[in-house]
């Protein structure tokens, strides 16, 4: 997996700016699992070990937040916040808001991780995208700046 997460990284990379952080360490990824409480997806995890967070990767997710939670517009526990509010209006955030992590926002977006089902990107009070995998959410990333260049 990591394998496929490196390849959609380079690919990525010279399509956007900045460039992505730097690896998280062994004990900041162990910190966060601790925190959600349940193992990361592997795809993500393995990106945190390539890159620790990464700002500007998608127009819709402004920033992938860094294993401590650091994030340019929000941090993970704002957008956190900001995601579970939804449940006051959405069945389906009511339903999985206590299992997922948010991994990244925008500024009406959040991406999060949803165990069984992959990864979602929900804006403003809908899904707008769901993969089954970080890997695949990257590789999205990519075919999204591609068309816009």
């Known amino acids: 997996m990591s394998e496929r997460i490196r390849a959609a990284c380079e690919a990525l990379a010279p399509l956007v700016e900045p460039a992505p952080n730097p690896p998280a360490t062994d004990e900041q990824i162990a910190k966060l699992e601790s925190e959600y409480g349940r193992a990361l997806p ?3 995890k393995a990106f945190l070990k390539l ?4 700002m500007g990767v ?17 941090d993970r526990e704002v957008a956190t916040e900001l995601f579970h509010d939804q449940a ?3 069945e389906w955030v009511l ?5 997922t992590l948010v991994v990244g926002c925008g500024n009406d977006a959040q991406l999060v991780s949803v165990p069984e089902q992959g990864f979602v990107l929900y804006s403003q009070g809908e899904k707008e995208e769901e993969v ?6 990257l590789e999205w990333c ?7 260049e």
Do not use: I, K
Request: charged letters at 25%; zero cysteines; hydrophobic letters at 40%.
């Open 42 to 44: 592997a795809d993500y």
């Open 51 to 54: 890159h620790d967070g990464w």
């Open 58 to 74: 998608h127009w819709a997710v402004d920033d992938l937040f860094t294993a401590g939670g650091d994030g340019d517009l929000q």
């Open 88 to 90: 006051d209006f959405d």
């Open 95 to 99: 339903q999985v808001r206590d299992a």
């Open 132 to 137: 089954p995998s970080f890997a695949a959410f």
């Open 142 to 148: 990519v075919t999204e700046a591609q068309v816009g």
